[in-house]
């Protein structure tokens, strides 16, 4: 629980540090400098500038200006705690390190280099995530797609998957092989996405979408992607009906894709197997 709670916590700080990266690359401002609020521009005590805690005790309002702050912020630093939170479970990091907190307790003598390396996957995870709800983010704001940063999330997601595959980087040939699965996954989908967008004219779909399919199948492989696809269109599907059936949006309305990809790609990762184990049981017998 307190190590659980340690990530949660710092899951919550760079949650606010990435909705004020979001704002800042939309707006073209310098990363430097301190935190202001995006209506008046004043600067934000560090007091009014803890995670959720600041938000409910201003009333989602500025001190200054009293105009409103939206709820976007701690929204995104909940999600962001989670998220790494769960990759603390999907990684084993959060019991693990429990154990070396008791062996440090007991006298024992731990290095921090050895801490570090064997919960690499772990913050490689964590950084993976922190990218993908950016992307999110600045594509239900903008319906632009952030492609560097997807790119930078498809490479740590290969890092990723060789360390806990534990495949010999001298071995061409196992580590081909070991990645073919996660190569078919993404760049299969991906090329389907780009093949509708270039037949739509970008109507029916964006390219940025088909740039997140590869970074989807690199860190999932096969068969979650399939679970974070099916997802990703379904919860789609119901948001769009919603947003039609209360005219909020039209039939031509764009809406982007990347955010419910991005939201598969997160229940995929947690309940990919468990799905796909309870689909094929039922499904296909075995």
């Not at 209506?39 to 200006?65: E, F, H, M, T």
């Not at 996957?121 to 239900?140: E, N, R, W």
């Not at 270039?198 to 096969?222: P, R, T």
Request: with cysteine; net charge positive.
């Amino acid at each position: 629980m307190i190590v659980g709670g340690i990530i949660f916590v710092l899951g919550l700080i760079f949650g606010s540090f990435l909705s004020a990266l979001e704002y800042r690359i939309d707006k073209g401002v310098s990363l430097s400098g301190r935190s202001f609020c995006p209506k008046c521009k004043g600067q934000i005590a560090w007091y009014d500038n803890i995670p959720v805690l600041s938000w409910i005790v201003l009333a989602g309002k500025c001190r200054k200006c009293k105009k409103p702050i939206s709820i976007q912020y701690p929204i995104v630093e909940l999600l962001t705690a989670f998220a790494f939170v769960g990759a603390g479970l999907v990684t084993d990091t959060i019991p693990s390190l429990n154990n070396y907190i008791q062996s440090i307790l007991e006298g024992q003598y731990v290095s921090l280099g050895s801490i570090i390396s064997a919960k690499l996957p772990y913050i490689l995870l964590a950084a993976i995530s922190f990218i993908l709800i950016l992307v999110a983010l600045h594509d239900a704001k903008t319906k632009y797609v952030l492609s560097r940063y997807v790119y930078v999330a498809a490479f740590l997601s290969v890092t990723y998957n060789l360390l806990i595959g534990n495949v010999g980087l001298h071995d061409v040939a196992s580590i081909y092989y070991y990645l073919l699965p996660f190569i078919l996954s993404a760049f299969v989908p991906a090329l389907l996405f780009f093949l509708i967008h270039k037949a739509s004219k970008g109507k029916a779909m964006g390219a940025g979408d088909a740039e997140i399919a590869i970074a989807i199948g690199l860190l999932l492989g096969f068969p979650n992607t399939l679970v974070a696809y099916y997802f990703a269109f379904i919860v789609g599907a119901i948001w769009g009906g919603y947003l039609l059936l209360s005219r909020k949006a039209k039939l031509k309305s764009e809406m982007p894709l990347g955010p419910f990809l991005i939201a598969g790609t997160f229940f995929a990762l947690y309940f990919g197997e468990q799905i796909f184990s309870l689909y094929a049981k039922i499904f296909l017998g075995f």
